[in-house]
């Protein structure tokens, strides 16, 4: 039998034409009961197309400003304004702004995990499903910074050659993945492919057999031969992962390895209750300016147009 909220969720839904955008991170709750679950760019392309009045963006606070910045005339409400992302406050706009003015000549690309105002410093955003192409369409002597994650702009060096100027920034759960913790599930399961999305520090992707956004991971494991997988991202993904394969065997690489904590804490903060209150009051509405959208449109639509 359903739980009262979901069902009263689902009612407000209809009564106000709104619906429920998730990201893979979020409680297995909200994935069940979202219109469309998705990794940042699927959301943000989503988001754009929808035709809905009122969007509730089960996410962190950069995921629903996408959506905002997208499809503006649409109601966008967050349950909880305190969602963060580690990563995007590792990046101030006005340190970053700085740090533009001292390497003159460089384009700028931006990771989606970054705010507003860094976006609108940005020349083209990028997600982890499109980066490699987004840097790809620069010319090659085109000097670049990349920002605000360093483990990204490093794997994306790598990959392409290039020499990004790289930010200094990263998210509290993938840069803090122990990696003695994957050799010792590796050497408990040693049939088992270890899997990794690139916000992971370097010393992991090199042990990885698959990297990739949480949609390019979930497609691995659903299209891949092997039976079982180390995952080294954030727990929310197990999910959608056991739902698609039951019979498969999941293994997720701890922060330490007397803990499970790479739970992103900002994620976690959405529930049902604060879904159902922010649409019953049309609360926490995400409020933009007309410039900030203006801005921020430009970059996000030319990494839409590359993708
Ligand atoms: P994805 O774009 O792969 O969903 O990643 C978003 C994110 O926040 C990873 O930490
Ligand atoms: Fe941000 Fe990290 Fe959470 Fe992703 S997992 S939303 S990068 S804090």
Redesign the pocket.
Known sequence: MKEKIIINIELLKKKKRAIILA??YTDSKIQDIADFTG???ALAQFAQKSKAEIIVFAGVHFMAETAKILNPNTKVLVPDFNAG?SLSDSCKSSDFEYFKKNNPNHKVITYI?SSIEVKMLSDVIC???NAVKIVNSFEKDQKLIFAPDKNLGNYINNLTGRNMLLWNGS?H??NQLNVDAIIKLKIQHPEAKVIA?P?CQDIILKLADFIG???DMLNFTKTDKSNSFIVAT?TGILYQMIQFSPTKQFYIVPSDENCNCNDCIYMKMNTLNKIYDCLENESNQLILSTNQINKARIPLQRMLDLS
């Open positions: 990201h893979y990794d940042s760019l992302c995990n997600t982890s499903s998210c759960v993938h999305h916000e956004s949480t949609k954030e």
